[in-house]
């Protein structure tokens, strides 16, 4: 059975693939536009679990604030390239808006959840891993509410949420762009985890040792730091960005605001990269 131009581009519009692979779709089918659909899901489905065990470390974060909720979503690919296109750009989008009407609590329940189209979340991940041929996964994401929520996303790299009492969206932004670049830990310092603190205390303890001090200097100086750490760590506590001779907590007293939360998000953080020897790579390939 021949194969009309006009079915190609009809299921190439339904499904988003090329022109070839849509054409052999209609040949092994003979035509059969709803046969062809469900076979390149189904292939598709295969590929993107062949492809799930890729390490995806690039990617973009994206934030959307609706009133005084808003949510911080943060989604992985291989390449930067494909973390740029259209398709993956729109993909992470309309999580965003899901998130939002389904009311997700995880990741989990925000893959099975269901698509105005009909299809689940993680459906929708898969045809666009079939199409862009990379590994694409939802990594995280976050919801905060508050009196004001204000954001900022750096690059798409880099995206903060933060909710206030008080204060307008011009000081909520100079907030996030500050938390953006230092990353601070808590919002103050009785905020530090306890896991947190003991563990620089080991490290602090084991270098005061070995400057031979009496033991009761040394308990003074591993105090001194521990208290240095909670305040580097700790929003209010740092030096303004736009202007270090201001702490944030100045910055917040003038303005009669209060911080009640952040969240912050950097593209692959805490993923481990594999890093290519391309020039080992090429001299392997050399030698057959």
């Known amino acids: 059975m021949a194969i009309t131009a006009d079915q ?24 059969d536009i709803e046969l062809a659909i469900d076979n390149l899901r189904k292939s598709g489905a295969a590929k993107a679990d062949k492809k799930s065990g890729r390490i995806a470390a690039e990617g973009v974060v994206f934030a959307k604030v609706s009133g005084k909720r808003a949510v911080l979503v943060e989604v992985n690919s291989e390449t930067d390239f494909v973390a740029r296109s259209d398709d993956f750009l ?67 790299k880099i995206g903060v949420l933060v909710a206030l009492t008080g204060g307008d969206v011009a000081l909520g932004k100079d907030i996030a762009m500050h938390i953006a670049a230092t990353n601070p830990l808590v919002v103050s310092p009785d905020q530090v985890p306890e896991a947190a603190r003991l563990k620089e205390k080991e490290i602090f303890t084991a270098q005061a040792k070995e400057s031979g001090k009496p033991d009761d200097i040394i308990a003074k100086m591993i105090e001194g730091r521990i208290r240095k750490f909670e305040s580097e760590v700790s929003l209010v506590e740092q030096p303004f ?26 593209v692959g953080e805490g993923i481990e990269k594999v890093q290519t020897d391309f020039a080992a790579e090429v001299m392997a390939a050399a030698k057959g």
């Open 241 to 266: 960005v736009k202007n270090p001779e201001q702490t944030i907590k100045s910055l917040l007293k003038a303005a009669n605001v209060n911080v009640i939360a952040f969240v912050r998000y950097e």
């Open 90 to 156: 729109t993909f992470v989008a309309s999580l965003a808006t899901q998130i939002e009407d389904k009311k997700t609590a995880n990741v989990a329940d925000l893959l099975a959840s269901t698509l105005a189209s009909g299809n689940t979340v993680d459906q929708a991940r898969q045809a666009l891993v079939q199409k862009i041929g990379e590994n694409v996964q939802v990594r995280r994401f976050q919801c905060i509410e508050g009196e004001r929520v204000v954001d900022y996303v750096h690059n798409q």
């Open 8 to 31: 190609v581009k009809e299921l190439r519009e339904r499904t988003g693939l090329g022109m070839m692979e849509c054409k052999k779709a209609l040949v092994e089918t003979s035509g």
